[in-house]
């Protein structure tokens, strides 16, 4: 029996795709099912430029209702989910065991934070509260420990005494002054303070008298107290890093003994415990996997809490490194044991980033990016498995985001595209592979003439005998007789990768709806595509990437007649800033009408401003002192004076990565050189562009700078009022 076909989104006479409508589409988290595999929680929020007020909901999706007869996405999202919750304090809900309860957070006034239950079958009746919290608490974990007894975890910031830090009862200092003697400093956007990330843990019961939870003495404690011991870890670390069962919790955290600025390495640990009701936690358990030193991630208890997986890295000063996947037999750590498909490269090259058991902890299910797809793999978890069997590329719609199973034959997939912002489905496993949609933005996508028929990729040939891959988007209503601008995207990390993935900051098909050719290459040093051509960008910054790039640039030339490299502009951030420096002193630079500069790197002698100071370490294969060559080999700032290209240069001034200081000298040497620049700077914002008003701004100033030099109309969007800018 074939499977059935994944229906592909075809778009009438669309609307204008704006900044506007792409910011203000409801954001759908990914979508967790119960128990029972009946029903999925997730949220969705949203931002109204009319009132400029965030909203956001809890939503309960009937999965019965919603397969229906395999409709098409969209059409039956009213009348199969439910609102739990609307209110924008509430957030992180997690069903409560077996049955239709959710508990989820609620914030209160002074950072306090209350745990409120509800019945996702009932809900016109009031939630209540069943345990408060004294600090802004997160990542909230609930596990089933017995009849009326569910084991709670959430994590929040910890004083060096061990307690729940808030923030609003700080006392203010009449000094601003911070003294370091050792790094970090400070980390991503925020200063770093004695306080760190913990774990804390505690019983949740049920009252035989009105069958409602609350929480059971001696409250909540830091299973960290006294460790060392950080997690999650900061900046970006959630409930990715720990996780709870029956028999305990289980984390990755540095290693205490190294610097944490140096280097990666990190372990697993497993903190034994068997009732969550412990006053005095037993010190975490290192679990050491022999030749794995560097990064933790994605530590996950297998249902019975016998065993683990996680993923681990083997060097411990980078932080792109191949993820190998790791199995323990968790009650007799620290026995381990390394997948082996994933310890020799010719058996599994694929880098995973996340892990779920299957319900009957048989299989492993993984997700990993490859080839500019976000793919899902199924292993055996059996002890032969681990040895011999290899991953099983299965079937999903789009970019896969999460995976539930359901049952023993049905997983629930969360995934988006390049054209639709959020899908739900579910994928028959190990059966026909037959694909059924529950939810998704048609909708949305076929208002804005956002179709699949706009993406396309190609491969092109370099002569280190190697071939790049890039994605392409036209516009809506594209006319192969007619001849478009290009838009060049250059990707970040420099170890990441553009994917058929939705994305509010870097969304290709907005610029694609602008009239745009988008063409986005995964170049040298990409993710997705073997360690080898990762790790080949290794003290080649402005070389193998660059050529990649300019031999990109002929190859559309040559091969896509309907695009008019005469006027092509090019746009990057974080690496893709730093490159969009280097080719304006570089021939490539001279062929494009306008640059887009945003988080870049201008001096590579600089680095050393920087938080993670393994980063430049690894790329230009050692320190600055006794590599200094490496770091200005490759620096924008040698070929200033060849410099002519129209620049808008973007910062902001929280971005602790690459200080903002970057962005001032490549506008300062623009001005100073005579040529056409702007610069935009935005206070209150890091690495990455986020509040709503902020992001609009950003955009409009973005399409209006390169719709300028290629000759294409002024947004198609309400002007900006005085008072959403102020323009020097």
């Not at 075809?10 to 119960?34: D, E, I």
């Not at 996680?310 to 790791?326: G, H, I, T």
Request: aromatic residues 12%; contains cysteine; glycine residues 6%.
């Amino acid at each position: 029996m074939d499977p059935a076909p994944v229906p592909i989104l075809r778009s009438p006479k669309p609307g204008q795709f704006t900044p506007k409508a792409m910011l203000s589409a409801p954001r759908h988290s990914a979508a967790v099912p119960n128990a029972g595999g009946t029903h999925a929680l997730c949220t969705v929020s949203t931002y109204s430029f009319a009132t400029h007020t965030p909203s956001s909901q809890i939503r309960v999706l009937d999965i019965k209702k919603a397969r229906g007869d395999g409709a098409l996405p969209g059409l039956q999202w009213d009348d199969s989910t439910t609102v739990l919750v609307d209110d924008v304090k509430a957030s992180e809900p997690v069903w409560m065991g077996d049955g239709l309860f959710v508990a989820w957070l609620l914030k209160r006034e002074g950072g306090k934070v209350d745990l409120m239950v509800g019945d996702a079958a009932r809900v016109e009746e009031s939630p209540y509260v069943a345990a408060s919290f004294p600090a802004p608490v997160s990542n909230l974990k609930l596990k089933v420990l017995g009849l009326g007894r569910l084991a709670i975890a959430v994590t929040c910031l910890a004083t060096p005494d061990g307690a729940m830090y808030n923030p609003a009862n700080e006392p203010k200092s009449l000094s601003s002054g911070k003294v370091y003697t050792s790094l970090f400093v400070r980390h991503w956007d925020k200063y770093v303070t004695p306080n760190r990330n913990a774990i804390f843990y505690a019983t949740l019961v049920k009252s035989l008298a009105d069958a409602s939870w609350s929480l059971k003495p001696p409250g909540f404690v830091n299973c960290l107290k006294g460790s060392g011991l950080e997690s999650p870890l900061p900046p970006f670390g959630g409930n990715n890093h720990f996780d709870i069962a029956a028999t305990g919790i289980i984390f990755v955290a540095k290693d205490p003994e190294r610097n944490p600025a140096t280097t990666t390495a990190a372990n697993l640990y497993y903190v034994p415990l068997s009732t969550f009701c412990e006053t005095e936690p037993p010190a975490p358990l290192k679990i050491k996997v022999d030749g794995l030193e560097g990064a933790c991630d994605s530590p996950v208890f297998s249902h019975d809490g016998k065993r683990a997986a996680f993923l681990q890295m083997k060097n411990p000063a980078y932080e792109s490194d191949r993820n190998r996947l790791v199995h323990v037999y968790i009650q007799e750590a620290p026995t381990t044991r390394e997948f082996h498909i994933t310890h020799r490269k010719k058996h599994w090259e694929v880098s995973p980033r996340a892990i779920r058991w299957s319900l009957r902890d048989d299989e492993l299910l993984l997700l990993a990016t490859q080839l500019g797809k976000g793919c899902l793999y199924s292993v055996s978890a059996l002890p032969h498995a681990v040895l011999y069997e290899s991953p099983t590329l299965q079937r999903a719609v789009g970019f896969v985001t999460d995976v539930f199973p359901l049952d023993d034959t049905n997983m629930l997939i969360s995934s988006t595209s390049l054209v639709n912002s959020y899908s739900y489905s579910i994928l028959n496993h190990p059966g026909d592979k037959a694909i059924t949609i529950l939810s998704g933005a048609r909708d949305f996508s076929t208002k804005y003439g956002l179709c699949d028929d706009q993406v396309s990729d190609f491969w092109f040939p370099r002569e280190e005998r190697y071939e790049v891959h890039a994605l392409v988007i036209k516009p809506p209503q594209f006319d192969e007789t007619q001849t478009y601008p290009l838009a060049y995207f250059i990707h970040g990390g420099p170890q990441g990768s553009w994917n058929d993935a939705w994305n509010t900051r870097w969304n290709l098909a907005l610029f694609a709806a602008q009239g745009y050719v988008v063409v986005a290459p995964n170049f040298t040093g990409s993710t997705g595509y073997g360690q080898d051509f990762t790790d080949r960008i290794q003290n080649q910054w402005g070389g193998r990437p660059y050529d990649d790039l300019a031999e990109g640039f002929e190859y559309i030339k040559k091969t896509m007649p309907y695009v008019d490299t005469e006027r092509a502009v090019a746009l990057g951030a974080s690496y893709g800033g730093y490159m969009i420096n280097w080719m304006q002193g570089q021939p490539l630079g001279r062929k494009f009408k306008a640059l887009v500069s945003h988080d870049s790197s201008f001096n590579t002698t600089n680095k050393y401003t920087t938080d993670e100071l393994y980063f430049p370490q690894h790329e230009f294969q050692g320190t600055l002192w006794d590599n200094y060559d490496n770091y200005e080999r490759w620096n924008p700032a040698r070929h200033v004076a060849k410099w002519s290209t129209p620049m808008l240069v973007i910062h902001s001034e929280l971005d602790y990565r690459l200080p903002v200081s970057e962005g001032l000298a490549v506008f300062n040497v623009l001005q100073a050189r005579g040529i056409e620049s702007k610069l935009l700077v935005f206070p209150d914002e890091n690495h990455w562009v986020l509040k709503p008003e902020n992001s609009l701004q950003w955009h409009r100033e973005v399409i209006s700078w390169i719709n300028h030099y290629v000759g294409l109309p002024a947004l198609v969007e309400e002007e900006a009022t005085q008072a959403e800018r102020t323009t020097l």
